[in-house]
């Protein structure tokens, strides 16, 4: 049980830390993506908080909790990467 915990611990930094990273570059995103950003980061961390105290729902295993994560980042660099291309659409016809 104490491997899970490390384990969870260091795959919550990585994922701040790339969140955080994201985050940084999203000034010229429209208002729709960056709250789609705001609710997927809410949900991971929700993810995370439940996958250490088990607060919201008890029985979601480890394997639960990291599905959760993942598929929330995989939203987080899909609208990533599609504003990005919006931003070089815009730039290209000026």
Known sequence: MGDDKAYRGIL????E????ERVVEMKNYTVV?????VICLCF???ALIN???GFI???ISLSGTLICIIGFSIAIFA???LENERQ???TDKS
């Open 33 to 37: 993506s960056k709250i789609a950003l």
């Open 51 to 53: 996958g250490f105290t």
């Open 57 to 59: 729902n008890s029985s």
């Open 44 to 46: 991971i961390l929700l």
């Open 12 to 15: 919550s930094c990585r994922v």
């Open 79 to 81: 609208i990533t990467i």
């Open 17 to 20: 830390f790339c969140i955080i």
């Open 88 to 90: 070089k659409k815009k």
